[in-house]
């Protein structure tokens, strides 16, 4: 059986023709990359004995393989940082038997650190920059270059008129390195070391730290403070340095081959200048920690590490590298948690539940997609019956128990979450143990949070599964059957609209035609209509409820009904929501119709926006309505926004990549048309030519008229494209412009609601942190934060219209908070 | 920064499956290629009785779905324990290879496999009793399966007549 390879450039539809033809190299690199990669895993023998052998192979493997084993281990600093300190005792047993190779591996990561910071991977050159640190500790770097290195790092922090991101970026680098080489360096170099932490220390302090709030899970300082990641990190850094160094977490194979290592040369580091800062730069964002356990949460067994302590940074560090390095394979992903190095001396299932929800929770994203911790999560519980699970419910406990600060973002997060995981257990909870929630406002976080979950179990599973579930206790909370609510019915045939819903439906049922229906619905009355109007241009909101009211009605059944149902009747909707009015109206009536199915309402809000019956602006207005003002703290309200804005944004995003691939057609076909004398060019050019039809047909011409034919062509060609390019270029300009409004109206439209509120509460003299205010703050900064990358082209128009300083200032703060995060 | 490693790029999960659909139109190469290219999963061993919406509901957390087309029995036009998801894009589809397949709707196990498009007629079953194949051979009871396999059922059957 061939060996399976993922390469989309060597698949060739099974059949073999085209893959490489396996030859020697190939095959020896593919077993050095394998060596060098496994090095370290389950093995029979002893860590220290396998790279005591794989060194040996390696340095054999020198005079005709060393570019490849340059290439492999530089690759594996990069993307494989939880085995740091394996590879580079790896590295300081070949430096020892061969300097030259030292030298140029060290070479080689400089070249390599250069360009992942040219290329904006930040997280990969801290790896790199770890790894170079952790060679001092191999005797392959000297210490007074890496020092050297590092204060150059912090010099950065003395630049002006440079992003904070930035300086950031460049003293966590050091700070992180620390843990690993922290006691070398201040045992060679005390003195500029301590000058270095002092710098160090000064930056922090003037630190502006106005992006924090919004990047908290919990606002509540207790029982964890949620700390800046830097702040935290210098903490842990001066607990390491009153404790002298001492660091006992981090795996150190080099240590039982020091005295082969320190007969070993030193190479120094050359001058390392960071990169100045250029204005396409993307610095990581900040971050917050998150600390949800601390050791009385983990009674038996190994004691947790401190939240101050570098032993808890590495940890975190290196589980948080395996998900990045394992995150497409969950069964491997779980295992490689599981066998976490020194696990014995930790409780590492606590710290792979905190790891998990860390990322889960992070703001503004998650590092990858949500669904991956719910099935991360249930691997981890297969692997690990006994205890996982355990723990996995001592954390959602702690999770609801907290609710009242939670971000309410994040509460979004969990409810998907937990419910999600329930699906996959049989819904089995003891919900009992949550009925303090019965009691009190409903509108308190932790009866929502029931609310919401149950409402997501029931779209798992169905109403009565639901009902049977909980105890008749939280019946209350027990979302409504999701059943369509029909106007005209036999008891309301009183209704203005009741007879024609007849008729229509009737006409529907006998697959009337759709001039047919419109000429039916033409004699649909006007409430609204005003006295001069007799070309009956008013909108006609009847006109708009009866019919689609009653198809939606006949396609109530199923998604697929009601989306055949939209389809099959689209000119009569186009037609009925000409105006502004007209798409608002017909959001209404599927409100009206299925306020219980909120599901449902999802869907065909987003079927109605694709097939252009109603636009993302009036979507965003009808959710800010009086209608569903009531609703406006229920999840579903912000997930069809959210769903609307990015729709907007993808549909943006389409139109520019098709103005760029004509770019690119018209500067191929210039470049075509000035090499025209050469024919040699021409017949490059039609092979290369991606419409086949054109150059078969030119094939097909003799002699000189060919040419000359050619260029004819090419430029009516290039005008053609010329033209489409002007056209798409306005269609990208229309779509931008659409964007911008809808970011105007959603941020309009809270602003006016958080001005009301807390324009009535100071006339009645209330307190205007109701849980109201909490979630709708919330919900702005969400919108900020989930669309950072498209608002931050609006920010002009964003501060000269709407964020300026006549605003209230608890308002404004929400906007302030999201500009210091510089993002 | 080109430099990859092999052995670090498993990503077996969105993996082709051995299945090959046997009533398709064309060589094996090319629908191979469509396999590939595909954003459209068949999904398999659901309950006669899950949803649309169910389905709409767990595949959605992958990303936007374009369309669910839920299998039938060719006979009796009712649910038939499979159907398929439509994404708009690729990722979304192998992220949900990823992290869908293989765990639970409905309280069953369930199962992703690319598919290479949906075609008017491929949403009936293929089993000579109208439901899908493989609940012909079936020897287990599954309650949400129509009870016993189709087969087995018909065996019954003659073994009822058979014993007095």
């Known amino acids: 059986m061939p060996r399976r390879r993922r390469h989309s450039d060597e698949y060739d539809g099974g059949r073999g023709h085209k893959r490489r033809r396996t030859s020697e190299p190939i095959e020896i690199e593919d077993r050095l990359e394998s060596l060098i990669i496994r090095v370290g895993e389950k093995s029979t023998s002893s860590l220290e004995s396998n790279l005591e052998g794989l060194a040996g192979v390696l340095e054999a493997d020198l005079p005709n393989y060393k570019n490849k084993i340059l290439r492999i281990l530089c690759c594996v600093a990069r993307l494989l940082p939880e085995k740091l300190t394996v590879y580079t005792t790896l590295v300081g047993l070949l430096n020892a038997r061969n300097y030259n190779f030292g030298g140029e591996f060290v070479e080689a990561m400089i070249r390599q650190l250069k360009e992942t910071l040219k290329n904006n991977l930040y997280q990969e050159a801290v790896y790199l920059v770890r790894f170079l640190s952790d060679l001092v500790n191999c005797h392959v770097i000297a210490a007074p270059s890496m020092v050297a290195m590092f204060e150059n790092f912090i010099s950065v922090t003395q630049e002006e008129d440079v992003p904070q991101v930035r300086s950031d970026w460049f003293v966590y680098v050091v700070l992180s390195c620390l843990p690993w080489v922290g006691k070398e360096l201040h045992e060679k170099k005390d003195v500029e070391m301590e000058r270095l932490l002092s710098q160090i220390d000064g930056y922090l302090k003037r630190r502006v730290k106005t992006h924090v709030p919004m990047l908290q899970v919990w606002t509540a300082e207790k029982p964890h403070p949620q700390e800046e990641y830097l702040d935290c990190l210098w903490a842990q850094v001066q607990k390491l340095k009153k404790d002298r160094w001492q660091e006992r977490h981090i795996l150190r194979p080099y240590i039982a081959f020091d005295s082969v290592l320190c007969e070993a040369l030193q190479h120094n580091l050359p001058p390392f200048t960071p990169p100045g800062h250029m204005p396409h730069a993307n610095y990581p964002m900040p971050q917050v920690v998150f600390r949800i356990f601390d050791y009385t949460d983990a009674p038996e067994g190994p004691v947790m590490p401190g939240s101050h302590s570098v032993e808890r940074f590495v940890i975190e560090e290196n589980l948080h590298c395996i998900i990045k390095t394992h995150w497409r394979e969950r069964k491997t992903c779980a295992a490689q948690l599981l066998s976490y190095p020194g696990k014995n001396n930790i409780p590492l299932n606590y710290h792979i539940v905190e790891v998990i929800f860390g990322e889960l929770f992070r703001l503004p994203a998650p590092p990858h997609i949500d669904v991956l911790y719910t099935t991360l999560l249930i691997e981890l519980c297969k692997l690990q019956p006994g205890s996982l699970p355990q723990v996995l419910a001592q954390a959602t406990e702690m999770l609801y128990m907290r609710l009242d600060s939670m971000n309410t973002t994040c509460v979004d997060r969990l409810i998907n979450w937990f419910s999600h995981h329930l699906s996959n257990f049989q819904f089995r909870w003891s919900w009992d143990d949550w009925s303090d929630c019965l009691a009190g406002d409903p509108e308190k976080p932790k009866p929502k949070f029931v609310k919401e979950v149950l409402e997501k179990c029931m779209r798992l599973s169905y109403h009565q599964r639901i009902v049977d579930l909980v105890p008749p206790t939280f019946s209350g909370l027990i979302p409504a059957p999701p059943i369509f609510i029909y106007k005209y019915t036999e008891e309301n045939s009183s209704l203005p609209g009741y007879a024609m819903s007849i008729t229509i439906g009737n006409a529907i049922k006998n697959r009337a035609s759709n001039e047919e229906i419109l000429t039916i619905l033409k004699d649909v009355p006007n409430p609204n209509q005003e006295d001069d109007d007799d070309e009956g241009e008013t909108f006609n909101p009847l006109k708009v409820d009866v019919f689609l009211q009653t198809l939606l009605h006949l396609a109530a059944k199923s998604f697929s009904h009601s989306f055949s149902a939209l389809g099959k009747f689209h000119e009569i909707l186009k037609n009925l929501t000409e105006s502004d009015e007209g798409k608002l109206h017909v959001l209404k009536v599927v409100y009206e119709v299925w306020r219980n199915h909120p599901q449902m309402m999802a869907v065909l809000v987003d079927k109605l926006i694709r097939t252009q019956i109603v636009d993302c602006a009036t979507v965003a207005n009808w959710l800010f309505s009086q209608d569903l003002a009531h609703e406006f703290t229920r999840l579903f309200v912000w997930e069809v926004l959210h769903s609307t804005v990015r729709k907007m944004d993808k549909h943006v995003q389409k139109i520019q990549e098709e103005l760029e691939r004509a770019k690119d057609r018209l500067e191929k076909q210039q470049h075509r048309r000035r090499n025209s004398g050469n024919e040699e060019d021409m017949e490059k050019a039609s092979e290369d030519e991606e419409d086949g039809d054109r150059s078969s047909e030119e094939d097909e011409e003799g002699g000189g008229a060919k040419s000359r034919s050619r260029a004819k062509r090419s430029s009516e060609e290039e005008e053609g494209l010329e033209e489409q390019i002007d056209r798409l270029q306005e269609k990208v300009e229309a779509a931008q412009s659409q964007q911008k409004n809808l970011f105007l109206v959603i941020f309009q439209r809270f602003i006016m609601l958080l001005t009301e509120h807390l324009v009535r509460c100071e006339t009645s003299s209330l307190d205007f942190r109701t849980p109201w205010y909490k979630n709708c703050t919330e919900r702005l900064q969400q919108v900020f934060l989930t669309h950072h990358v498209i608002i931050q082209q609006y920010m002009g128009t964003l501060e000269n219209l709407l964020f300026t300083a006549e605003l209230d200032p608890h308002i404004l703060n929400v906007y302030q908070q999201f500009c210091a995060l510089q993002l | ?164």
């Open chain 2, 1 to 164: 920064m080109a430099a990859k490693l092999n052995a670090l790029s498993s990503d077996s999960y969105i993996d082709m499956s051995r299945y090959r659909d046997q009533h398709f139109v064309g060589e094996l190469s090319a629908q191979e290629k469509l396999l590939q290219q595909s954003h459209t999963l068949y999904v398999g061993n659901l309950s006669f009785y899950t949803t649309e919406e169910q389905v709409h509901e767990l595949f959605s957390k992958s990303g936007d779905i374009k369309r669910i087309i839920i299998g039938l029995d060719k006979i009796k036009k009712t649910a038939c324990g499979f159907c398929f998801v439509e994404y708009y894009t690729r990722t979304d589809a192998e992220n949900a290879m990823r992290f869908i397949n293989g765990t639970r709707l409905d309280d069953r196990m369930i199962r992703t496999d690319w598919d290479a498009g949906f075609i008017e007629g491929r949403q009936y079953g293929r089993g000579f009793f109208g439901g899908q194949v493989r609940d012909e051979y079936r020897r287990d009871y599954d309650p949400a399966r129509g009870g016993y396999g189709k087969l087995a059922q018909q065996t019954r059957t003659q073994e009822g007549q058979n014993t007095f």
